[in-house]
């Protein structure tokens, strides 16, 4: 298995315009989780899938931002005439419910978002 | 205050030092994590723990349910420790994983 991967690993981008970053978690896994992580900060939850079902989502995911997992694998978070403050790396991570590996979370390597 | 709270927040130590890093939550949880990140990003998790003890080379974590507060120890620091460590819980009600703010480490040759 590759584990978590995130395409793309560096963006950047000029205020006003539209991103989007995409997330393929392990195969197995039914859970998926998007946060955000400014420089010095830890990872701030955005929004988490089971299965393709997006079961919460933070304050911090505004109108701009969304997020979808259309059959349950892959996962997007999209946002939408972005803002100078929405420069921060955007983390996946996968985990399966149950199972052998219980609970253990996978992250991906992030998506560094640039605005400019 | 938040929810998940660590300590220290940068810590240097000599290579070869025993080194703790503690962590301290608020919430219920059903598990608490132990995650490494290194420069440029990526976050290998260390630890999952929901009660006792773990142990893994030269890594150890510690978790006390009742008191709320977990710790890292690293045996015989070395360079290639230095990274940030960060503790994570994993909520009961929820599936989210709450962070604290991490601690940079910093081992020096």
């Known amino acids: 298995d590759t584990g978590v991967s995130q395409d793309p690993r560096h963006k950047i981008t000029k205020r006003g315009q539209n991103v989007t970053f995409r997330c393929d978690p392990i195969s197995e896994h039914n859970r998926l989780y998007w946060y955000r992580q400014t420089l010095g900060q830890g990872p701030e939850f955005l929004t988490y899938?089971?299965?393709?079902?997006?079961?919460?989502k933070s304050r911090l995911l505004s109108d701009r931002f969304s997020a979808e997992r259309p059959k349950g694998s892959f996962s997007t978070l999209e946002i939408q005439r972005t803002e100078q403050g929405d420069s921060a790396m955007y983390l996946c991570a996968s985990n399966r419910r149950g199972g052998l590996s219980g609970n253990t979370i996978y992250f991906g390597e992030g998506s560094w978002l640039t605005v400019v | 205050k938040n929810e998940v709270e660590q300590s220290p927040q940068n810590l240097t130590a000599q290579e070869g030092e025993f080194i703790t890093i503690n962590c301290s939550y608020s919430v219920g949880i059903s598990a608490l994590h132990w995650l490494q990140q290194h420069p440029g990003g990526g976050i290998v998790s260390l630890f999952m723990l929901s009660s006792g003890k773990k142990k893994h080379g030269r890594l150890i974590a510690t978790i006390n349910i009742q008191e709320k507060h977990s710790s890292l120890h690293i045996t015989a620091s070395h360079p290639r420790d230095s990274a940030v460590y960060i503790c994570?819980?994993?909520?009961?009600?929820?599936?989210?994983?709450?962070f604290g703010t991490g601690t940079l480490l910093a081992v020096q040759p």
């Open positions: 994570a819980a994993h909520g009961g009600a929820t599936n989210k994983l709450i």
């Open positions: 899938f089971q299965n393709e079902a997006q079961l919460e």
